[in-house]
Structures are given as structure tokens and as C-alpha cells.
């Protein structure tokens, strides 16, 4: 289960702190919730310093939005991954389908 | 007496004469005529008066033949008869006899 | 005469002590040197220096002639001077010996060697000349004379210098990985002790070197067993070998234990009761006609006959290594027998339970057995007679007219020509007449399989590394893996499919559509096994849940598969016609062309190509090897013989503009040539023998 | 007087042997019971063949060593033994010899490497006590019919040939008596056996046994009882020698220990395969 808190930034950019697993049950969340939340603002940062575990559903969603965000315009930043995650992003070359430069 | 030595000493050769048969009733009889070869420089052992011997009598000719190297003369065996022979070849003496530079003659 | 025998650690020492007994000084006595000090290899056997000190008389002089020359005492003094020191490599022979008494007149002028020194007598005319070998040094008065020769003059010190060699004795005990033998080597240690060669006197000289080469081997027993004991070597010594390796004066190398290798089993195998030689073709009469009447008949058994039986394994015999653990022998293969159409087996025995003639595919440990029924088709095959398509042997006895088509599961035999038909074999084509404007293959099934093969290899590769990638990240602390409980790994998969393995899925669909177009003859059902699991894993988007284990276990039966795609099948099929026109021809075999030759046709052989008369256009292919009469055409139709890289290509004429192919490389003839082989050497470029 | 178990006491009895003799009489017989038990221990049972050995001592405890030895690879290590001098010193130097057999058996190739494993084992021993044994050890293999041997200074077996009908000694081999020279490197020979064939080791106390008259039994009477009984199995030529040489000596006292060990061929050739080798009985 996950929770986030938004925060605005300078220019027209969103801080998104996630804060839980990124996981199946995250589901309803992200997409019912977090991805409408984005779409107007130029640029997302997705802060994941407060998410220990992923799993595989966790990173379908992660790129679905990505995706998604990108297709509307808005440039999405991933930042302050935790090593572990960070390991299993590496493993399914999440970084080489998102851009490296997506990652903070 | 079952075991006579007759010893004849020529300057530095000693000759020791046996007689009768070298087993291990008789062994201790011909071992102090070996241990006072010191200063000799060939002792020759004779056999031809030798009726039997078994294999405590071999030990004491393998310890003439240490002996050798020890007081530094050479061991000569000689009036070794065919059936004599035969237990000393197949026993492998004469090889230690050639290995401490003694011989037969 | 008062003399006494003095002892030292050196000479000087020996001679101290002496004149210390004697209460003389040096020059009241004449000193005899009985032994040098040698400092031995071994410090057991190094000698003391010993000398004997004699008071000398009055007068001296009547007992040394050379007096008045040289004394000798004096001299000694000069000798003494240059003893060595202890630690110094360097030998010296200090022996005084008395001087030989030539008569003066004869030495004048000369130099010569005696006893390993160096005396030379000056005379007023004459200086005597003394050349210097390579390694050998001179000292005068303690200077090294560095040119090659030097004047030698008796008011100066010489003193020579000889190297002396010394190795320590080198051994090791190496064992094997099998732990099936150990071996010492030894390299016995030797000391080289070089001294001087007398020589004549002369006025001119050269040292002369004696050069005495020692051998130490110091190698024990007990060494030799304590290393054996370290590498808990236990069983099969060569006790002798390690007797003789103590003894060696040169360095060898030694078997000292040897385990026991394990005698190899033998695999299961069929012993057939029928002859079952059916690749025998049409043979060729001496006026190098052919005559297919000599055609090998097709054996046919009737139905209960005992085909074959089948034998089990026989294991091998486990050796023994030498640190007395067992050693298994090579595990010996059943071989396993599919019962085929026609066939039962009972027990041990294959049974034919229908007539025809008994059919046997082997391909390593598997082996299929099948009755071959046999249609036999009196005339032509055209229009009136329809198509042909039969599980077993087909012959005809006509010709075979456009647009027919002929389909077997075993042999096809065709009496006359094939004309713009499809022939499609599993087994053999044989034709009487010529081919033209047709598409024949043979072996289909075997091809088919090779292609799969093909396919199969990268594959599992991807299905591997997909593998192992998802145990990585089920291991990973960052990775949740409760939700394949749930989810099933499809949504990971997804994600790997699309991003990682992009290729991955063609591949799959490839394999699968293959599978499927070839159904009829792929007779095993684990191909359609495999792919109906490739394609509902990789191609379906069914939330089906999917386990890793499901996963590894189809991945070692791709493994199994590949390796059989692999395997020889025995026999293999083959295409022999006599002549063949504007055709394509597929065997996974032998293609042999008896008559005139092939013209303008492809074909690929799976086996050896050959063709006895001409190939005039077209493009070949001999998995293993081309022979070919004569290629090329006049009308400089393109001509293309091809072969992989580690075959060659034999040709008796190759006219030019013939192209051949090896491997990747490319070569096209520019005039006629004779008698060509020609293959890739190493350096991947085509050469000729 | 001070008494422990360390200290014979000098005290006549009534039958006027000391106790000490008799304390030696019982110590020497306990350790003759060990010497028979280990000499007559365990023969090995296999296909293709029988052994059998059998060893009298001439006083009450004898030098005289043999011994089987089964090997991994399915074939048995046989070996016979002289040692020079007579009771309890040979006794021992017996026991000692069977000990460097056995750990020389199980680790080493072949005959020649036994011996010569032997001799590094025991030679600086044997030199301190100025003592040697002569030995003879043969591989003999089931399978191929082979009897590979080596000597160290002992008299060659005896090979009674089953269809020739005839008897001679082995091929000669030379090599030293162990204890002779350190470092000795003895040979290997092979013979091929066949079917009924006999090989008969022995030590030299047999053709040396005297009767009262002081005649030897000889090698010309061994061959001869060995001829007239050699159809027999390993154990009744075995018995029948003994007794033929009972029969010569009529009871006189022997100088040297008796010893013989036979191998016999047998036809009965059942599949050798790794399973099969020998078992103990």
C-alpha cells in the first residue's frame, strides 16, 4: 500500500513524495489518483526515498506512468532511490526504457 | 666343537679358515674373529671346510661385510662350494659383498 | 728430523697450530699440504685442511735446489697471503708439490702447468706468453689481467681463478586432477669443479680447463613419503619409481603412484535380427554406365517377426584414484525405444505386428522403430490418378506429369521421370528418370528439425538468462515478491518482454509457426508440446499464473531439444536421380547426381554433394563437401557450388565463371582449371591443394 | 623379597624347573598362540582358483611368514617369509615384517613395489639388529590367469604344470633379501597359469628337514610328493606333504621352520566383474 504528499515547486514543477511499497495494491492509487493529479503540471519529481520494496506490478505501474505523464507533456524525474530498489530497476534495465536521465 | 676358525695373519691380510658349521648355534663363535680386524686391509673368509649354513650363519657374513666398511678392509670370500653358492645367489649376498667392494675368489 | 701432521679449519690455520707445537717460525720449516680444507656440498663431508710441518736442518739449501732462485719458503709465505677466506667461492690449489727439477737451460723462457699451477722461468731473452680461456680468471698480484694474453714473469703473484657450479637438487610431486597419477620431478643437484690441465712447458701456452661434474641428489625417501602423505596419496605406489628418482643423475620426471581408471561401461544398443541395409542405391557398371536394375531390394518382414532386441546398459567398472577414493566409471545411456507405427515391444523385443519393411531413426540415445507400409502405384501419376499421399513407402512404376504432388512418411521410388511435380519424402528420394522443373525433398522431417534447432539454440539462451534475471530479483532486498502469489510472474514478464527481450518474442513465434506448418511431420509430440508452452508463456496475454519452476522446466526440455537438433540421425536420408533440370532439391542427406548432371537446379544437401557428370548454373550446397565432375556452362549461366568453412570443395574441371563458396568467403574461377580441392585455410582465405 | 609382575623369582619347584622357566614356558606359549593366529587367519575365497598355507615352527614359536592380501582391483596378494634366526628374535622380527606387508599391500602396484617398500621400511631396523628375511611376493590375478611375482633373496616356488605333468621352479628372479641394501629396486615377472596348475610356495626348512641319520629331505622328494598328489586340492597336498616329510624325519627335531603356501587353478571360471572380489571366509 502506498500514500504520497505533493508539494509545489518553482516553475510549474511537483514534488511527489512516495511514501510505502510500490506494489499490486498500489494500484487503484496511482492510477485513480496520483496520475490525474500530475497531468497539468510541467514537470514531476517522484521522490522514492520513502519506498523499501517494489515488485513486478510496482514496475509496470512505475513505467505506465511515466508513459503516460510523458505523452501529456509533463517531463518526469525519478529521484533518491533507495540502493535495494535502485538494484532490482538495474536488473530490468529500467533506467535504459526510461532514459537514465530520468533518474535524480 | 661344531665351529673351528683357524685365523693365519700375513702382514696386513688375514685369512680365517672355517670349519665345520655356521648356524646359530656356532655363530657367536666366529663373530670376535671378525671384530679384531682393525689395521687390516683384506680379510679373506675360507669356506672349504664349511658343511653347512643356514640363514644365522648368512646374517654373520652380512656383518662381516658391514664390518668392512666400518675398520676400512676388504672382505674376500673364497672355497665357496656349488651348494653354498647357490644360498648365497639366491639370498642376493654377493651384491652387498660388491656394493662394500668385497669379492670372491 | 722433527716433523708433526698439523690440523685447521684452513691452511693457515693448520699450519698456525703447527708452529706453535714445534716452536719454529716459518722459515725454519718446510710445510707439505697432505689435504686441503674442502668446504663440501654437504656439510657432513667437508674436510679439515691438513699439513705437515717438518723442522727443517741447518742448512736448507742442499735439500732445495731451487734456493737460489726462488725460496720456496717465501713462496709459501706468497701462497699463504692468498688463501681465500673461508666464505670465498673461489678455489685454490694451494699443493705445493716440489717443484719439478728441469735443467735450467730447457725452461728458460717458458711457462707451463704442473699439478694445476702456474710456473713460468724468465729468461733474459725471453718472456714467456700465457693465453687466458673464456672463464677463467688471473690475478697478478691480486689485479685481474683483462687482456687475453699476458707476459708472465716469475718476480710477480699469479694466482688463477676457476669458477666452481653448484645446484641444489629441485623436486616437486605433481598430481593430477583425476588424482589418477602423481609424478616427481627431479632436478638432482650437481657441483662443477673446473681445475687446470697440465701442459707442457713452452713459451707460449693456453689454460686448459678440467671441468669434473658431480652429481647430488638429495632427494630422501622420507621426503618423497611425507609429501605423498600431505597430498593423501594412499594407494598404487610405484615404490621403485621413487627408489630410482633418489637415484637419478639426470632430471626426470616419475611415476611414483598411479590409481586405477575406470573401465567405461558400454550403452544400451538395439541388436537387430533383420538386415535392415537399405542405403544401398543404383550402382555403377564398369563403362561407367549406371544400372539401376542392381538396385538393392528393400527388406520386408512379416508380421510377428522379432525385429530387434533391445539391450540395457552394461555399467563400467569404477577405478580407484590414489588417495583410495572410488572413481565412478562414465555413466553408461539406455537406449530408449519409440515404438512407431506397425511396431510393439514386449519385454526386450521389437515386434513388427503389420508386414512391410521395418523403418529405424536413430539419433543418439533414441531410437525409432516403425513399419514402412508400401504403395505401389503401376503407372503414371497425373490427373486420372490424383495426388499421392501415404504413411509409409511409395513406388511408382510410370512417370510422375505436372503439377502432381507425392507425399510419403517413408521412401519415395519413382521408376521414370518426375516432371513439374512436388515430391516430399521422410525418408529417401530415388528416381529412375530425370527430374525437371520439380521441387523434391527428402529427410523433411530431419530438415525440419535442423531448422529447429536452429531456432531452439537463441531461444533458450533468452529463457535462461529471463530465468536467471527473475531468481536475481526475487533475491533482491528491494523487490517484493508476494504479488507472484498473486499476479503470477505475467506482469514481469511483460515488462522483460517488451524492454529487455524485445526479440525474444519473434523468435518464439517463429518456432511455433514452424512448428505448426510442419505438424505432419514432426512424428514426436514434444515439439508441439514445447511450442503450445512457449507460445502460451511468451505469446498469450493470459493472466494465467506462471511459475519459475514451470518455467525452468521447460527451459531444460528446449536444452534437450537443442542438443537433439544436433545429433546425427542414423541413417539419414538421401536424393540419387540420374538427371535433374530446372529443379529444387532438399535432402537432409547425400544428394547424388549418377547420369549427366544437374542443370540450372538448387539444391541443398544436407550431406555430401555429389554429382558425377556436369552442373551447368544453379546454386549447390554440401553440408559435408562438394564433389563435383565438371562446373560451369558455356552460356556463363552463374554457377554457385557452396560448402561451411571446414569442408572442401572438389571439382575435376571448374570452367571460369564458376563461383564456389566456403564458409563466407567467395571465390569465382577466372579461367578453366583441372583437378581442383579447394578449402579455407587458416587464415579464412580460400587456397588449393 | 621384592615381588611384582616384572621379576621372575628364582625358586625351584618340585619338579625342579624354576617359576621362572615356567612363566617363560607360558609367555612363550601365549605368544605362539599369537604367531598361529595370525599366521592361520583368514584365507581368501575367490573364482578361478584356491590358496592355502600352513606354517610349523621347528621350536616353539618359528621366523617364518606368509600371508594373503586381497587388492581392490580383485586380485590376491600372496607372500612368503624367511626370517634369519631362529625362536622368539625371529618371532618378532615375524611380526614386524607382517605389519610393513600389510601397509606395503594395500598402498602399493605390484610385487617389486611391495618389496621395495618393504625394504624401506625395514632395512635401518633390520641393520640394527643384524638380522634380514628373505621374501617372495606374487600378485596372482583371477581374471587373466597371471601370477605376477617378485623375490627378495628366497628360493623359487615351485610350478607344477596340471597337463604337462611336470614340476619346475618359476622363471628366476634375483634381488636382495630385505634388510640387505637400502634403496633396492626389485623386479617384476609374469607367468600366464592355466587350468590344474599348481604353484607351490615354500621356505627352505622343508627340503632342509633331517632325520636321525642326519639326511635331508631334498628338493628330488618334495617334487616327488608334489607329483603324486597333485590332481589333489590345495589342502590335501598341503596334508600330504606335511605328512611325507612326518614320515621322513620320524620325529627328529627340525632345525628351521617348515612353511608352504599353494595356489591352485581351478576351471570353474565364473564372470570376474568388480562385484566378485574376493570375500574373506
Not at chain 1, 75 to 102: A, R, W, Y
Not at chain 3, 153 to 181: A, G, N, S
Amino acid at each position: 500500500m502506498i500514500e504520497f504528499s505533493m508539494k509545489e515547486a518553482e516553475g510549474g514543477t511537483i514534488i511527489v513524495r512516495l511514501n510505502g511499497d510500490l506494489d499490486i495494491d498500489s494500484t487503484e492509487i496511482v492510477e485513480e489518483t496520483l496520475l490525474p493529479a500530475l497531468e497539468n503540471y510541467k514537470a514531476a519529481t517522484l521522490n522514492f526515498e520513502e519506498v523499501p520494496f517494489v515488485d513486478s506490478s510496482g514496475m509496470g505501474l512505475l513505467l505506465n506512468v511515466v508513459q503516460s505523464l510523458k505523452e501529456k507533456g509533463v517531463h518526469v524525474m525519478i529521484s533518491n532511490v533507495k540502493e535495494e530498489v535502485q538494484f532490482v530497476f538495474e536488473l530490468l534495465q529500467i533506467p535504459e526504457i526510461l532514459g537514465k536521465d530520468t533518474f535524480i | 666343537m661344531l665351529l673351528t676358525v683357524e685365523k693365519e695373519v700375513q702382514n696386513v691380510t688375514t685369512i680365517l679358515k672355517v670349519k665345520g658349521l655356521i648356524d646359530i648355534t656356532t655363530t657367536n663363535i666366529i663373530e670376535p674373529y671378525l671384530e679384531e680386524m682393525d689395521g687390516m686391509e683384506t680379510v679373506i673368509l675360507d669356506f672349504s671346510g664349511l658343511e653347512f649354513i643356514d640363514s644365522t650363519g648368512i646374517g654373520s657374513i652380512m656383518n662381516a661385510i658391514y664390518l668392512s666398511r666400518e675398520k676400512n678392509f676388504t672382505l674376500k670370500l673364497q672355497g665357496i662350494d656349488e651348494m653354498t653358492n647357490d644360498v648365497f645367489e639366491t639370498v642376493g649376498l654377493y651384491e652387498i659383498l660388491e656394493a662394500f667392494h668385497g669379492e670372491v675368489i | 728430523m722433527q716433523s708433526i701432521i698439523s690440523k685447521g679449519k684452513n691452511i693457515k690455520e693448520a699450519i698456525d697450530v703447527g708452529l706453535l707445537l714445534l716452536e719454529a717460525k716459518k722459515s725454519e720449516v718446510n710445510i707439505e699440504i697432505l689435504q686441503q680444507e674442502t668446504k663440501s656440498f654437504f656439510k657432513l663431508k667437508s674436510k679439515e685442511a691438513i699439513v705437515k710441518i717438518t723442522k727443517l736442518e741447518q742448512n736448507p739449501n742442499q735439500e732445495q735446489p731451487y734456493k737460489e732462485e726462488k725460496d720456496p719458503i717465501k713462496l709459501m709465505d706468497e701462497f699463504l697471503h692468498h688463501i681465500p677466506d673461508p666464505g670465498s667461492e673461489s678455489l685454490v690449489d694451494l699443493k705445493p708439490k716440489p717443484r719439478p727439477a728441469p735443467k735450467s737451460n730447457e725452461l728458460a723462457g717458458k711457462v707451463w702447468v704442473k699439478n694445476g699451477e702456474l710456473f713460468c722461468q724468465s729468461s733474459p731473452t725471453h718472456y714467456p706468453l700465457v693465453t687466458i680461456p673464456d672463464g677463467v680468471k688471473v690475478y697478478r698480484n691480486e689485479q685481474l689481467i683483462t687482456e687475453k694474453s699476458f707476459v708472465m714473469t716469475d718476480i710477480d703473484f699469479y694466482e688463477v681463478q676457476l669458477e666452481t657450479e653448484e645446484k641444489e637438487t629441485v623436486w616437486k610431486v605433481v598430481m593430477d586432477p583425476h588424482k589418477l597419477r602423481v609424478e616427481l620431478h627431479i632436478e638432482p643437484g650437481y657441483k662443477i669443479t673446473r681445475s687446470l690441465l697440465d701442459t707442457e712447458p713452452a713459451q707460449h701456452i693456453e689454460l686448459m680447463i678440467d671441468e669434473k661434474k658431480e652429481t647430488y641428489n638429495t632427494l630422501s625417501y622420507q621426503e618423497v613419503m611425507d609429501k605423498l602423505e600431505e597430498l593423501r596419496v594412499k594407494h598404487g605406489f610405484h615404490q621403485n619409481e621413487i627408489v630410482k628418482a633418489m637415484d637419478a643423475a639426470e632430471p626426470g620426471v616419475f611415476t611414483i603412484a598411479s590409481g586405477i581408471e575406470p573401465i567405461p561401461g558400454t550403452d544400451g544398443w538395439i541388436e537387430f535380427q533383420i538386415n535392415t541395409e537399405t542405403q544401398i542405391g543404383p550402382r555403377e557398371t564398369e563403362n561407367g554406365r549406371v544400372d539401376y536394375r542392381e538396385m538393392k531390394t528393400i527388406p520386408n518382414v512379416e508380421s510377428g517377426t522379432v525385429i530387434a532386441i533391445v539391450h540395457p546398459p552394461i555399467p563400467g567398472q569404477p577405478g580407484r584414484t590414489v588417495t583410495n577414493e572410488p572413481l565412478p566409471a562414465p555413466q553408461t545411456i539406455p537406449i530408449s525405444v519409440q515404438s512407431g507405427r506397425g511396431i510393439a515391444i514386449i519385454d526386450n523385443k521389437i515386434i513388427a505386428i503389420e508386414s512391410g519393411r521395418p523403418h529405424v531413426e536413430k539419433r543418439r540415445s533414441i531410437a525409432k522403430v516403425s513399419i514402412m507400409q508400401k504403395l505401389t502405384h503401376p503407372g503414371n501419376v497425373d490427373l486420372s490418378s490424383g495426388n499421392i499421399h501415404f504413411a509409409g513407402d511409395v513406388e511408382v512404376l510410370g512417370e510422375v506429369s505436372e503439377r502432381m504432388v507425392i507425399d510419403a512418411e517413408g521412401n519415395i521410388i519413382v521408376h521414370q521421370s518426375v516432371n513439374m511435380a512436388t515430391l516430399t519424402a521422410s525418408g529417401a528420394v530415388l528416381t529412375h528418370g530425370s527430374i525437371i522443373g520439380s521441387d523434391v525433398s527428402a529427410g523433411k522431417n530431419n530438415m525440419i528439425v535442423t531448422e529447429l534447432g536452429h531456432l531452439l539454440g537463441p531461444i533458450n539462451q533468452d529463457l535462461a538468462k529471463i530465468i536467471q534475471l527473475i531468481k536475481q530479483l526475487m533475491l533482491s532486498p528491494g523487490f517484493k515478491a508476494s504479488d507472484f502469489s498473486r499476479g503470477g510472474l505475467q506482469p514481469l514478464m511483460n515488462i522483460l518482454l517488451e524492454k529487455r527481450f524485445k526479440p525474444f518474442p519473434a523468435l518464439v513465434k517463429e518456432y511455433v509457426e514452424t512448428v505448426k506448418r510442419n505438424e505432419n511431420y514432426l512424428s514426436d509430440k514434444v515439439w508441439a508440446e514445447t511450442a503450445k508452452s512457449l507460445s502460451q508463456l511468451f505469446l498469450s496475454l493470459s493472466s494465467e499464473a506462471i511459475s519459475i519452476g514451470w518455467m525452468t522446466e521447460l527451459s531444460e526440455k528446449l536444452k534437450e531439444l537443442h542438443e537433439l537438433s544436433q545429433m546425427p540421425v542414423e541413417p539419414n536420408s538421401y536424393i540419387t536421380v540420374p538427371n535433374v533440370l530446372s529443379s529444387r532439391l532438399y535432402c537432409s542427406g547425400n544428394v547424388t547426381i549418377l547420369g549427366q548432371g544437374s542443370v540450372n537446379t538448387k539444391i541443398y544437401a544436407g550431406g555430401k554433394l555429389t554429382i558425377n557428370g556436369a552442373l551447368r548454373g544453379g546454386e549447390v550446397f554440401g553440408r559435408f563437401g562438394a564433389e563435383i565432375n565438371e562446373a560451369g556452362a558455356e552460356s556463363r549461366t552463374p554457377t554457385i557450388i557452396a560448402v561451411p568453412g571446414d569442408q572442401k570443395i572438389y571439382i575435376n574441371k571448374a570452367m571460369d565463371g564458376t563461383s564456389i563458396k566456403i564458409g563466407n568467403v567467395q571465390y569465382k574461377f577466372s579461367e578453366t582449371r583441372s583437378r581442383v580441392i579447394a578449402y579455407l585455410n587458416k587464415h579464412g582465405r580460400i587456397s588449393f591443394e | 623379597m621384592y615381588k611384582d609382575g616384572m621379576t621372575y623369582v628364582h625358586q625351584k619347584n618340585s619338579d625342579g624347573l624354576t617359576i621362572m622357566d615356567k612363566t617363560l614356558k607360558r609367555e612363550i606359549n601365549l605368544a605362539r598362540n599369537i604367531q598361529s593366529q595370525l599366521l592361520n587367519g583368514k584365507t581368501p575365497v575367490f573364482d578361478g582358483g584356491e590358496v592355502s598355507g600352513s606354517s610349523v615352527p621347528a621350536r616353539l614359536i618359528g621366523g617364518d611368514y606368509y600371508d594373503f592380501y586381497p587388492l581392490v582391483n580383485g586380485k590376491i596378494r600372496i607372500v612368503i617369509g624367511d626370517v634369519m634366526g631362529k625362536g622368539i628374535p625371529a618371532a618378532m622380527l615375524m611380526i614386524l615384517t607382517r605389519g610393513a606387508f600389510r601397509s606395503a599391500a594395500e598402498t602399493t602396484k605390484s610385487p617389486a613395489d611391495t618389496l621395495t617398500s618393504m625394504n624401506q621400511a625395514l632395512y635401518a631396523d633390520l641393520r640394527t639388529l643384524k638380522s634380514f628375511v628373505t621374501l617372495l611376493c606374487a600378485d596372482w590375478d583371477p581374471e587373466t590367469s597371471t601370477l605376477t611375482y617378485a623375490n627378495a633373496g628366497h628360493n623359487l616356488p615351485l610350478y607344477i604344470k596340471g597337463k604337462e605333468q611336470v614340476v619346475q621352479e618359476l622363471p628366476k628372479i634375483k634381488g636382495i633379501m630385505v634388510g640387505g641394501l637400502p634403496n633396492q629396486v626389485y623386479n617384476n615377472h609374469s607367468i600366464q597359469l592355466h587350468d590344474k596348475d599348481t604353484v607351490f610356495f615354500y621356505t627352505d626348512g622343508i627340503i632342509e628337514a633331517q632325520n636321525h641319520n642326519k639326511e635331508q629331505y631334498k628338493l628330488e622328494r618334495l617334487v616327488q610328493t608334489l607329483m603324486e598328489n597333485k590332481q589333489k586340492c590345495v589342502g590335501d597336498i598341503e596334508k600330504c606333504v606335511m605328512e611325507s616329510i612326518e614320515k621322513f624325519t620320524e620325529g627328529a627335531p627340525q632345525r628351521d621352520d617348515i612353511t608352504m603356501v599353494l595356489l591352485k587353478i581351478s576351471d570353474q571360471k565364473a564372470e570376474i566383474t568388480s562385484l566378485n572380489s574376493p570375500l574373506m571366509k
